[in-house]
Every structure is written in structure tokens, then in C-alpha cells.
């Protein structure tokens, strides 16, 4: 499936389980039910944000000619607002609603407590895998919202769990749903910040563009290797010593190392890559004219006479 596929499925799937747990939480009186309603509805919204920025980030502009990619990432940092709302919204629920839960209806609860684990558990690792396969920092980020979605459900199925036992905890279930939703929030937000501004990509991927940099003999050493992230693509700035004096060899070279960056990382947007001969002494070349000159005295003979005297009988002798 394509990116945009995932995120349809996970709009749908989203807004059933928001209208599901939303009915089940007003029928029950149950603030963590109804908060994670409220959660599921706005992942649903998020959803759809991530599958317009996806759409459009594959989009070619001439104005943009690193492309929309970024797109992406401003996606994936809307999420993470409608996160921080749904914890704002639950919240002032906690603190201000009053409620008595009725208990004809906690076997319902328990119900879609457990369904909506399941689902939301499963889809998260599905998409989390497609996320790594497109490399897609919006399918990330859903599958991230996703699991706290998860983690929110299993949560409310603890709840009606206790209120089975007459034991209610329904707001201190709650709350940690608040605080799973705060976490994923500005985890989400943080990591698109970082791109926004363009960032270094993580240290084991530098490390890995380094290896197959250095593993062409050609190469002598890396003076300069900057990598950064748009949306699901990478851009890479490298600048390298070869051992060669020739203009097609380097240019070789270059093109080499490009189609190696690009088969093993295949979301290589751009490879720049700057290259410059080894000046170590061992590789570099001095050459020394000489001729005879049948010029017996030189005491008397001015710099600049000698100077073109010297290239009129380097000229003849060549």
C-alpha cells in the first residue's frame, strides 16, 4: 500500500472508535471513557491532516525545488497540537465534571475497552512498519498517536475492570491517560521541530554514509559530511579528498559513491558531493625544468633580463 493508503484506513478506523467510545462514555458516565473519545476524535482529525500533508508533499512545484516534502513534517506537528488539545479538553473534565458511573453499563465499557486495544494495538505496528518502509515521518507520528491510543484503551479496560470490583477509578485513569497523551505530544513535536530546522539526521546513520564513503579505495578521507532530512527524504553535502589528479576519474568517483549513498538509503533525495585531489606528499608530483645556459656571467645581469632570457631558451629548447 502507499503512504496515503495508511492514512486513510487510520482516519476510518479512528473516527469509529471516537463515536463508539463517545456513546458507550455518555451511557456509562465515564470521564476516562468519554476522554478517550474525545482522544480518538481528535486522532481521527489528525489523521487527516497527516493524509493531505502526504498527498501533498509528493507534489513538484518550480518555486519549491527541494520540493514539499516538509509538508510532512508541519503534518506531524499538527498532530501533536490536537494531542496536547485532547489533554487540555480532559483536563478540565477531570477537574470539573461531575459524574456518578452507572453500572448497567460497565460490561460495555470492558467491551470496547478490550476491542479498541486490540485494533488500535495491531494497527499501530502495522503502520509503524510502513512508516519505516516509506520513511514517513507523518506515519510515524500516527503510528505514535496510534499507541497512545492503545495504551489509552488498555487503560479504560483496567477502569471497568475495577468498577467490576466496586472499586472506581475512573479519574486516576484518567489522568494517566493525560499524561500519555502530554509525553507522545511533544515527543512528536520535538522530533519535527528538529527537521523544520534542519537538523543532523542520528548519529548511526551519519556513521553508515561515512562507511560507504570510505570503503571506495579511491577516496583518501572525508573533510566534510553534512546530513539533513525533508519529510521522508534525505539530502546529503559531503566533502571528500580522492586520490586522483584527473578530472573524469574524480567526476567517477563522485558518481560511484552517489549510486552507493542511494541504494542503500533509496530515500537519497540529493547527493552533493565536492571533490578535491590528496595533497599528501606521496601523491603529489613536482616538475623540474632545466637547460643549459650559455651565458658565462650572470653578475652583471639584471632580474627581469635574466627572467626573459630564461623563457626564450626554454621556448627554443622545447
Same mark, same amino acid.
Given at each position: ?165 466496586? @472499586?472506581?477509578? +475512573?479519574?486516576?485513569?484518567? !489522568?494517566?491517560?493525560? &499524561? %500519555?497523551?502530554?509525553?507522545? =505530544?511533544?515527543? /512528536? ?23 560507504? @564513503?570510505?570503503? +571506495?579505495?579511491?577516496?583518501? !578521507?572525508?573533510?566534510? &559530511? %553534512?546530513?539533513?532530512?525533508? =519529510?521522508?527524504? /534525505? ?84
Amino acid at each position: 500500500m502507499k503512504k496515503y493508503h495508511w492514512s486513510i484506513i487510520s482516519i476510518f478506523l479512528m473516527l469509529l472508535l471516537a463515536i463508539i467510545k463517545l456513546g458507550v462514555g455518555f451511557l456509562s458516565k465515564s470521564v476516562a471513557l468519554k476522554a478517550e473519545g474525545i482522544h480518538s476524535l481528535s486522532d481521527s482529525l489528525a489523521s487527516f491532516i497527516g493524509f493531505i500533508s502526504i498527498y501533498m508533499s509528493e507534489k513538484k512545484h518550480e518555486k519549491f525545488p527541494y520540493g514539499l516534502y516538509k509538508l510532512e513534517n508541519i503534518g506531524a506537528m499538527f498532530i501533536s497540537f490536537f494531542l496536547f488539545f485532547a489533554a487540555y479538553d480532559m483536563f478540565m473534565d477531570l477537574l470539573f465534571g461531575h459524574y456518578k458511573i452507572d453500572r448497567q453499563y460497565i460490561s460495555w465499557g470492558l467491551g470496547v475497552g478490550i476491542i479498541s486495544m486490540l485494533i488500535t494495538f495491531g494497527f499501530s505496528v502495522l503502520e509503524r512498519i510502513a512508516a519505516k518502509k516509506h520513511n514517513s515521518p507523518a506515519l510515524m507520528a500516527d503510528s505514535e498517536h496510534m499507541l497512545v491510543d492503545g495504551f489509552g484503551s488498555f487503560v479504560i479496560t483496567l477502569n471497568f475492570l475495577s468498577l467490576e470490583f466496586n @472499586i472506581n477509578l +475512573d479519574k486516576i485513569f484518567a !489522568s494517566l491517560i493525560i &499524561l %500519555l497523551i502530554i509525553y507522545t =505530544g511533544f515527543h /512528536i513535536l520535538k522530533e519535527q521541530i528538529f527537521v523544520i530546522l534542519d537538523a543532523s539526521v542520528d548519529s548511526k546513520m551519519i556513521e553508515h554514509i561515512k562507511d560507504i @564513503i570510505l570503503q +571506495d579505495p579511491r577516496v583518501k !578521507s572525508i573533510k566534510r &559530511l %553534512l546530513v539533513r532530512k525533508s =519529510g521522508d527524504k /534525505i539530502f546529503i553535502d559531503a566533502a571528500i579528498s580522492i586520490k586522483s589528479h584527473n578530472f573524469n576519474q574524480s567526476h567517477a568517483v563522485a558518481d560511484d559513491i552517489e549510486e552507493a549513498i542511494t541504494r542503500v538509503f533509496p530515500q537519497t533525495e540529493m547527493v552533493f558531493i565536492h571533490y578535491e585531489p590528496d595533497e599528501s606528499p606521496e601523491n603529489t608530483r613536482i616538475a623540474i625544468l632545466t637547460f643549459q645556459d650559455e651565458v658565462s656571467d650572470f653578475k652583471n645581469v639584471d632580474n627581469d633580463t635574466y627572467l626573459r632570457q630564461f623563457c626564450i631558451n626554454l621556448c627554443i629548447k622545447s
